[in-house]
């Protein structure tokens, strides 16, 4: 029997065998394989009783689909004509790969499954890209929707809700981390765009803004990441089926968070 290391490394290759197309990554971003999705992934299904063949029929479906809508979330960066129309094929080539796996697999009800959780990714990608209210509460419940609905949706069809709420807000946290990195080094990002609407609406959104609304912005970043991290140190003991090598992730994720006030008198 494989243990959940294997069988991780195992999926991972297969999913990487389908999405590095030699053609297309002279003209895209090489599609990244969350492996920490793909991970949670394999935790679930590995208790369930399910058959190596099910499980990496599901994991690949599943992280197909996850690939392709977050390769279609990179048009709006490409800048040139034909890597744009590019990209849009390679988001529409991984979702086909996605559907042959689950037509072959006749699983209907999986089908139903992922099939929501995909119109609830992308009506959410539309909040957070247009954000129409002054609630930063809605904008982070969209980036937590985003982020694991795929990944809730599984959990609800393998009856094991109790997964979800530590699951989302440890998503979450992985990408306030990721946003908050990003802004950090270049000066944007998908959520501080998003927050810059919200917060400063009558700013000229081509210029920058002073240190002092900056620093606002990564308060508010800040407050999101403490609160998913309580939500999640408080769940871990409460979740089904979690391994060492997904406690052991989870834990170093959470290390990796510094409080960007702390981080600054630091380094001052």
Known sequence: ?????????????????????????EFIESPIVDEDKLLILVSIMDQMGLSYHEMENYALSTMLVQIALDTHEHITSTNEEKNRQLTVLAGDYFSGLYYKLLADSDDIFMIKALSEGIKQVNEHKISVYFPESEDIEQLMKSIMVIESSLLSKLAEYFNIDLWNDVLANYLLFKRLLNEKALFLQTGSSILFAALKKI?????????????????????????????SKQIIKKGIPKLPYLNHLLEGRISNLLNQYKPYAKTFVEEG
Do not use: G
């Open 199 to 227: 917060m400063v609406p009558l700013h000229d959104h081509n210029k920058d803004l002073p240190d002092i609304q900056n620093d606002q912005l990564l308060k508010v970043c800040d407050r999101y990441l403490e609160l």
């Open 1 to 25: 029997m494989q243990d959940i290391r294997q069988k991780l490394i195992s999926i991972k290759e297969k999913v990487e065998n389908r999405v590095f197309d030699p053609y297309l990554l």
